[in-house]
């Protein structure tokens, strides 16, 4: 099955949470952080099993070079978020707690603080999480990104819970 073919599902929807906010920009398909070959695994397992992994940078993170099959459906899916996931369904939640999650990592990496009620995403992002209704606010911004406040984190927080760590655990 073609990666044009290929329908969302919750799964593809959390891999394109964490390929959103922690993607390498260059050199294969693979995210940033101790997540690298967990995120590669899930990729090949929903997504495409072809191309290489190789592994690079001193952090010991995994890309797949020699393959764009399963990319497409990222790249589309990422472009029409504001449709893809404008409802209250298992698709918007998978993707705001792989973006819930990511946000951890990415805080991480930079060393930054979030509280138990912030994610990191883009404009679109916080768009998205006022139309569900869960009400958000823009805290700081970060480059290209910003700092989401989330006002009802409890309501949030339940939405999201199912898709929480739908990655396996490192064992690191």
Do not use: C, Q
């Not at 390929?19 to 920009?25: A, T, Y």
């Not at 995994?62 to 790249?75: A, N, P, Q, T």
């Amino acid at each position: 099955m073609s990666s044009k073919d290929r329908r969302l599902t919750p799964e593809i929807a959390y891999i394109l949470g964490w390929w959103h906010l922690l993607r390498h920009s260059k050199g294969g398909l693979g995210i940033r952080g101790k997540r690298s070959k967990d995120f590669i695994d899930w990729y090949r397992k929903y997504l495409s099993d072809e191309g290489n992994v190789k592994k690079i940078g001193r952090w010991n993170e995994y890309i797949i070079v020699d393959s764009v099959k399963g990319r497409g459906i990222l790249i589309r899916t990422e472009r029409e978020r504001r449709k893809k996931f404008r409802f209250v369904n298992e698709y918007s939640a998978a993707y705001f707690a792989a973006l819930y999650e990511a946000s951890r990592e990415f805080a991480r990496l930079l060393r930054l603080r979030l509280r138990s009620n912030e994610f990191i995403g883009d404009i679109e992002d916080l768009m998205l999480i006022n139309s569900l209704g869960f009400y958000a606010d823009r805290v700081r911004e970060l480059g290209d990104w910003i700092v989401i406040k989330v006002h009802n984190y409890d309501v949030f927080s339940r939405f999201i819970s199912s898709y929480l760590s739908y990655l396996p655990k490192d064992e690191n």
